[in-house]
């Protein structure tokens, strides 16, 4: 693949098929259960709609008109302080995988949520996404007892926040 062609740029309305897939495709590659996560949310099949309010954003990242990833931002659910925000959806094609492209769409996320004023960035993931925890583990991620807010994804039993 080469890497000149590969964009990071926000979810339009044609790739909500495609990231869905990205996603999905994630859990039964991890073996991560179904149930209580992203996997079943009502938001994974038209991702682009959840995205479109002033206060949450959803990065793809594109090579040649694929998309073979994404993350975004958006106010934690249910949660009583407003400046938090939580880092979600974030999957990737074994594609993209291990170039760094998870790092920079990470980085542009917190960058992203510091910029609409966030003070705080909370993230679930699952135990089986190690790669993924020890990105979260060097930008600084604290990991929590248990979960905050509301998510519905009571199958995360990795919870972590960072101060902005």
């Known amino acids: 693949m080469g890497n000149n062609n590969i964009i990071i740029r926000e979810i339009q309305p044609g790739d909500n098929a495609q990231i869905e897939s990205v996603i999905r495709a994630c859990f039964h590659e991890f073996k991560i259960p179904l149930v209580g996560t992203a996997y079943e949310d009502e938001e994974t099949p038209r991702m682009f709609e959840s995205f479109q309010n002033e206060n949450d954003i959803y990065f793809v990242i594109e090579s040649d008109g694929e998309v073979l990833g994404g993350g975004g931002v958006k106010p934690l659910k249910d949660f ?59 930008f600084g991620f604290k990991h929590l007892e248990g979960a905050l807010g509301n998510t519905g994804h009571f199958s995360c039993g990795v919870w972590m926040i960072k101060d902005l």
């Open 80 to 138: 009583e302080a407003d400046d938090v925000c939580e880092i979600q959806k974030m999957y990737f094609s074994p594609k993209v995988r291990g170039n760094g492209y998870g790092k920079l769409l990470f980085e542009k996320c917190m960058q992203t949520a510091k910029d609409l004023g966030y003070k705080k960035c909370y993230l679930e993931s699952a135990s089986q996404l190690k790669a993924a925890i020890h990105i979260y583990e060097s």
